[in-house]
Structure formats: structure tokens, C-alpha cells
């Protein structure tokens, strides 16, 4: 069974603790695009882990996690997550962790770019996490890239990196930024690569051989679908395709191989950055905030808040071809006397039944809400459906009708446990 889960809204909806519930049952757990602008946080048996570009997965013995080829890898941030994991007592070997030589290496010049280009756009800045995730992209597309099968060999990737860093510097200064120390940048970089060496290798036949073997592979998306760079809130996006196409590109598994696709959502709605978010309000995200809830794990930042969106759901559901959603954080709602769901996007009089393509009509739609009572409740020591109260359940059901595919699972609080199965 290979199974690919999905961010369905602007990330941060749980996935970390969809996989890491999901991955007793998994043999592989793999990362397909993305790179440590992604914070998954998982918290088992009471400790709190915060994943980056380690798939979720480690945090089971015995199971293989990869980072693909679709994948934009920081040597040095992995090398510093894998040492805070081990710390943490995790185990990461290459023998349970293995890299594609096909990913594409993020520098430290590649940093700089992205946060001189967030500076020079001013007011108009996109509120990137800074990790030069866009501009490893763009060299990926402009296909002047080091990719992870370059460190294999340190004398040619020496030379690789001083030449690419070399044009860096000219880039750089253009953009009005000082230029990097070259030597510095490939002392630091080639210390992380001797590190990551072993972890190196063609994950493509190794992936298809766990196929062949009636293994089940899970896909963790990183971000979310309305951070796709085709499907989201352009250019308020990232620079990968988060939607689940992006799963099959990003690890060279084919789509005729996929049997599931798991789209996670928060019950209600999050995201960090700049952007349109037409069910934002600044009174749930009060509410949230002063629960100490909704602070993003990569940066630290308050997320935006806002109420459940029918619309954006449903769109979500048709490009990724959910069969099933996983409905985190209803134990947000538990204090709310009524929660509010979107049912229209109203732009300047017509009611819009998906988003708009054009950002700046996204940033003028007014939602059209339909009211539910919420439920007044703490839910977070429920552990099975027939505990979950009335109106929780009324709610769950009119989000699945508006979605246009089943909830099969939802959360009542962060830990592993907190996750319960809909029954019918
Ligand atoms: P990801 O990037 O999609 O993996 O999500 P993050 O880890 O960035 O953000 C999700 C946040 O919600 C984290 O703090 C999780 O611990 C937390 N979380 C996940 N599911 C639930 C839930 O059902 N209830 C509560 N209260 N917190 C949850
Ligand atoms: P996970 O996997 C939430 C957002 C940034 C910014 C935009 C572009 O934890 O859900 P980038 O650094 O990618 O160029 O920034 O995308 N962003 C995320 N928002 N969760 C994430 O990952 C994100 N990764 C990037 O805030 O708006
Ligand atoms: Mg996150």
C-alpha cells in the first residue's frame, strides 16, 4: 500500500504527526520536494520532536527513510538536525537513512539571495522562511545546480562549488549584497558533505525494490497545496510542487503506483507568510495565540488564523485526488460558541465556487459563511468516536460534505494517542 499524504491548505496542518502515526504501519517513509523550510512536529511517548528534512519516519526503528530527488537539501542544516535527533536519542545511520544523489544542494550564497530578494521586495516581500529554497530551485530550473552526486567525489565537488560560488559572488553583488567568503562557504559545506557521504545513493531501484516487495511506501508532503508553485496563492507560494503529483516526481515512484492519497487539514485555518486568506480573522487568531497554539516550528513566527474554508478544501481535494482527509486540531474549536464555515468566495458581487487564478482578486474575495454551534467542550482526552460530542461530529460531517471526500481521522491534541478513527 503506498500511500501519499498531503498538506491541503498553507502547510503546517499536522503532518508530522499524520506520518509518524501512520508509519507503524509503513516500511519506508519518503520525502519528495521541499527542504528544511518544512517544520514537522511530532510528539511521542511525551517527547517533542521537530522535523526538517528528515521524513518523520525515523522516529521508528526499523524503517527506511529517504529524502528524493525532488528534494532541495541544506548539507548543513541536515547535518545539524541529525545531530539534535541523535541527541534526542534517535537513531540515523545510512542504513536508515538514505539521500538521492539526484537532490539539489543548498548554499550558503543561496540564504543570502533569499533573503536579499524578501528585503528588496519590500512591502510586497513573500515572508519566506529564508532557507534559499526559491534560488535553489531557480538554479535547478536554469540547470546550473550541484546536485548531492557531486559530494560523492571531494576533489570534483570542491571544484564544483568554488566555480558555482565564484558566480554567486557576481550575482550577489549585483543584488547589491556583499559578496561570500568563497573558501569559507566550501570549508563549511565540504566538513557537512564528509558527513552525509555515506547516506548518498540511486534511492530510485532501491524505492521500486520495496515496491516489488509488497513494501508500503509513504509519501510525507512538506508545505501545502496552496503553497504549490502552479496551484497556490502565486507568488505567495514556495518553489516546489507540494501537490501529491509532486510525490511521484520528487522519488521517481509513478503515479499508476499509488493506491492512497491522504490529504491533512486543521479544522480550521492556518498559514505563515504573506498572502490572500479570505477566511482569516484576527479574533480566532487571538483566541488560538492565547491558547498558546499556532507558532511556527521553523521560524517561530504566529501563524495567521482563520476560520474553516469549504472552498479552498474542496479545490485541494480535486488537484491532489484526495480519497480520505485527516482533520487535525478539533480540539481547536473546543472553546468556541460557534464556528464559522465558508461556503462561497464573493468577489465583488459574484460568488466564486473555486479561488480565483489572479492573487490580487484571491486578496478581494469576502467569504460567505454558514454558522454551526461549536460545542463547548474539552475533547483532548477523548480517545474514540463515540466520545466526541454531537456537534463535533454535525461538523465534521458538513466539512466532508463540502470537501466531497470522507474524514476518516481527526485530532483532539499534538500527541500520537490524540488520534482518532470516524466511524461511520
Ligand atoms: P506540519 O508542518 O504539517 O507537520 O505541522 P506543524 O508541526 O508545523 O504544525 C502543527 C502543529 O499542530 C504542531 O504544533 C503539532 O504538534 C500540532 N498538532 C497536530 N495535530 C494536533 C491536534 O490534533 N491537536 C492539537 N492541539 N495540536 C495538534
Ligand atoms: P511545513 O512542511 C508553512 C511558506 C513561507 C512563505 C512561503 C515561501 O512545515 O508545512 P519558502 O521559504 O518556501 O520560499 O517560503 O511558503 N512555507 C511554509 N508555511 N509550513 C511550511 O512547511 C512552509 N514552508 C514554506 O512561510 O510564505
Ligand atoms: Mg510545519
Partial sequence: M????????????GKGKMIDFLTETADVVARGQGG????????????????????????????????????????????????????????????NLMISDRAHVVLP????????????????????????????????????????????????????????????????????????????????????????RPHIGNTIPVMHEAVTAGKSILFEGAQGAFLDVDF????????????????????????????????????????VGAGPFVTESEELSDHLHGMGREFGATTGRARRCGWSDGILLRFSAMFNGFNEMAMTNLDGYDQCPEIRICVGYDLNGEILEYPPARVDQWEQCKPVY????????????????????????????????LIGCPITTVGVGP?????????A
Fill in 232 to 271: 497556490g496563492t502565486y507568488p505567495f507560494v514556495t518553489s516546489s510542487n507540494t501537490s501529491s503529483a509532486g510525490a511521484c516526481t520528487g522519488t521517481g515512484i509513478p503515479p499508476h503506483k499509488i493506491d492512497n492519497i491522504i490529504g491533512v487539514c486543521k479544522a480550521y485555518t492556518t498559514r
Fill in 370 to 401: 454558514e454558522t454551526m454551534p461549536g460545542w463547548l467542550q474539552d475533547i483532548s482526552e477523548c480517545r474514540t468516536w463515540s466520545e466526541i460530542p454531537e456537534n463535533a461530529k454535525k461538523f465534521v460531517a458538513r466539512m466532508s460534505e
Fill in 109 to 196: 550564497f543561496h540564504r543570502e539571495m533569499d533573503a536579499a530578494q524578501e528585503s528588496s521586495l519590500g512591502k510586497k516581500a513573500i515572508g519566506t522562511t529564508k532557507r534559499g529554497i526559491g534560488p535553489t530551485y531557480a538554479d535547478k530550473a536554469r540547470r546550473i545546480g550541484i546536485r548531492m552526486i557531486d559530494m560523492v567525489d571531494p576533489e570534483f565537488f570542491v571544484e564544483k562549488l568554488r566555480t558555482r560560488c565564484e558566480m554567486a559572488n557576481v550575482e550577489l553583488e549585483k543584488m547589491g549584497v556583499e559578496p561570500l567568503n568563497v573558501d569559507e562557504q566550501i570549508k563549511t559545506v565540504c566538513e557537512a558533505a564528509d558527513v552525509l
Fill in 36 to 95: 528544511n523550510n518544512a517544520g514537522h512536529t511530532v510528539i511521542a511517548n511525551g517527547k517533542k520532536y521537530i522535523l526538517h528534512l528528515v521524513p518523520s519516519g525515523i522516529l521508528w526503528p526499523g524503517k527506511l527513510c529517504v529524502i528524493g530527488n525532488g528534494v532541495v537539501l541544506d548539507p548543513i542544516g541536515l547535518v545539524e538536525e541529525i545531530n539534535t535527533l541523535r541527541d534526542q536519542g534517535v537513531t540515523i545511520t545510512p542504513e
Fill in 2 to 13: 503506498n500511500t501519499i499524504i498531503i498538506g491541503s491548505q498553507w502547510g503546517d496542518e
Fill in 415 to 423: 500527541d500520537r494517542e490524540q488520534t482518532i478513527q470516524v466511524e
